[in-house]
Nanobody
Framework: QVQFVESGGGLVQPGGSLRLSCAASTSIFRFCAMEWYRQAPGKQRELVALISHQSSSTNYADSVKGRFTISRDNAKNTLYLQMNSLKPEDTAVYYC????????????WGQGTQVTVSS
């Protein structure tokens, strides 16, 4: 059973930066595309960014394009999300997972990491 553990969240002022990490429990991580999601209070979980297994392709939600950067280190089985120019509307719990149907997809989502953007 694949598991992901997210970390790196916190409280930051508008305009600030955070770097999130997602540690994978499996070495097949390097064969899998990965995604970052977020869920704000009272809202559905939304896809924020995705990256191919060898980092050759990335894609972002329009709301974060130009501010967030997804990356990965397959040697460390770790996924990252660099978040710059943070806005209050970025406040949410952030999760990572592989795409549904992927060998790396975790049916039990991790606890996520809370990001709060506030002055």
């Amino acid at each position: 059973q694949v598991q992901f553990v997210e970390s790196g969240g916190g409280l930051v002022q508008p305009g600030g930066s955070l770097r999130l990490s997602c540690a994978a429990s499996t070495s097949i991580f390097r064969f899998c595309a990965m995604e970052w999601y977020r869920q704000a209070p009272g809202k559905q979980r939304e896809l924020v960014a995705l990256i191919s297994h060898q980092s050759s392709s990335t894609n972002y939600a329009d709301s974060v394009k130009g501010r967030f950067t997804i990356s990965r280190d397959n040697a460390k089985n770790t996924l990252y999300l660099q978040m710059n120019s943070l806005k209050p509307e970025d406040t949410a719990v952030y999760y990572c997972n592989a795409p549904v149907g992927s060998t790396c997809y975790a049916t039990s989502w991790g606890q996520g990491t809370q990001v709060t953007v506030s002055s």
